[in-house]
């Protein structure tokens, strides 16, 4: 019953939040399981964007979906995937370079607004630079615990929850990657050589309309 709860309020909230964006010109879908949106990603955008090349920026959302695992098993799609484990940090970089110019481009957002505004913070910036400009088009996979009032909110949650946390991720592949706020849990606005936070975007609309798609979940999913 409380679940039920849950699941109604939060529906009610992503359908305002969907009109929102929709106003922005963003293309948007609603899934109430990271499975369903699977499905509306695999068995609906993709097909009818026509993509033959596939690529993804760093999204804990977006990962655990499964999506990617269904993709590399698609003969006819081709996945450029560049956070395979192992690679040398070069390949990687080089891969990250080339995603900028695939059909159709994956990932997750920080937060959005009540208004419809996308906020997003980078350390390389192919994340922010795939949503902005390169690929056709883009899917952003994005749970309901993204959803903030404004953009001051949108930041601060950036800063003092997704950041950290995303710090202390990648510390656990890369030691050498260990800003203040591995630490502590508390951003220094450190001067850190691998400091992972370098580009601000807010994404305000899509352009050309519909170019970006987004699948809100109603579920809590990544940072
Ligand atoms: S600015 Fe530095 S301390 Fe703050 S969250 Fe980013 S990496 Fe961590």
């Known amino acids: 019953m409380e679940n039920l709860i849950h699941e109604k309020y939060w529906l009610n909230r992503l359908n305002r939040l969907k009109k929102a964006l929709e106003k922005n010109n963003f293309e948007v879908f609603l899934a109430s399981t990271p499975s369903e949106a699977k499905d509306v990603v695999l068995k609906e955008i993709i097909p009818r964007t026509q993509a033959k090349t596939i690529s993804m920026g760093d999204s804990l959302t977006a990962i655990s979906t499964g999506i990617f695992a269904e993709i590399k098993n698609q003969p006819n799609l081709n996945f450029l995937d560049t956070f395979e484990p192992g690679i040398p940090f070069e390949v990687a970089f080089e891969r990250r370079r080339q995603a900028l110019l695939v059909d159709l481009f994956i990932t997750g957002t920080n937060a959005v607004t009540q208004k419809g505004q996308l906020v997003n913070l980078d350390m390389i910036g192919n994340r922010v630079g795939g949503i902005t ?90 940072l």
């Not at 959803?147 to 950036?158: G, H, K, N, Q, Y």
Request: aromatic share 4%.
């Open 133 to 222: 400009f390169g690929p056709k088009n883009v899917i952003i996979l994005v749970g309901r615990n993204k959803l903030v009032p404004d953009l001051e909110t949108a930041m601060d949650r950036v800063r003092t929850y997704a950041a950290p946390v995303n710090a202390i991720r990648h510390q656990a592949e890369h030691p050498e990657l260990d800003p203040p706020c591995t630490q502590t849990g508390i951003c220094a606005n450190c001067t850190h050589p691998l400091r992972i936070c370098n580009t601000w975007t807010i994404t305000e609309k899509s352009f050309p309309p519909g170019r970006i798609k987004i699948v809100l979940i109603n579920e809590d999913m990544g």
